[in-house]
Nanobody, 126 residues
Framework: QVHVVESGGGLVQAGGSLRLSCQTS????????LGWFRQAPGKEREFVAA????????YHEDSVKDRFTISRDNAKDTMYLQVNSLKAEDTAAYYC???????????????????WGQGTQVTVSS
């Protein structure tokens, strides 16, 4: 059983920054592709960013690619999402997703992931 846990969310003013973290347990972290998705109230879950197992391939959704950066430290079994220049429209629950694979690509679709965390809330005040 793989468990996924996010942390780092909070309340921040517009223009501020946060660093979200994701850790997994129950399987070798370095053999997993990981991604971030978010869901705002009344909206569908949407892709934010993804990273392959060794961090060499990343992909960011267009609306965040100049402000958000995904990374991972396999030595610490932790994946990060640095979120800068936050806007009110970034307010959402942010979910980490994981799948066991050593494929070279980063996965962008929710259906490609098998394990999900409970989410961490990011609220941006204007």
């Amino acid at each position: 059983q793989v468990h996924v846990v996010e942390s780092g969310g909070g309340l921040v003013q517009a223009g501020g920054s946060l660093r979200l973290s994701c850790q997994t347990s129950g399987s070798l972290f370095s053999s997993m592709a990981l991604g971030w998705f978010r869901q705002a109230p009344g909206k569908e879950r949407e892709f934010v960013a993804a990273i392959n197992w060794n961090g060499q391939n990343t992909y960011h959704e267009d609306s965040v690619k100049d402000r958000f950066t995904i990374s991972r430290d396999n030595a610490k079994d932790t994946m990060y999402l640095q979120v800068n220049s936050l806007k009110a429209e970034d307010t959402a629950a942010y979910y980490c997703a994981a799948v066991k694979t050593v494929a070279g690509v980063a996965f962008t679709r929710a259906s490609q992931y098998k394990y999900w965390g409970q989410g961490t809330q990011v609220t941006v005040s204007s």
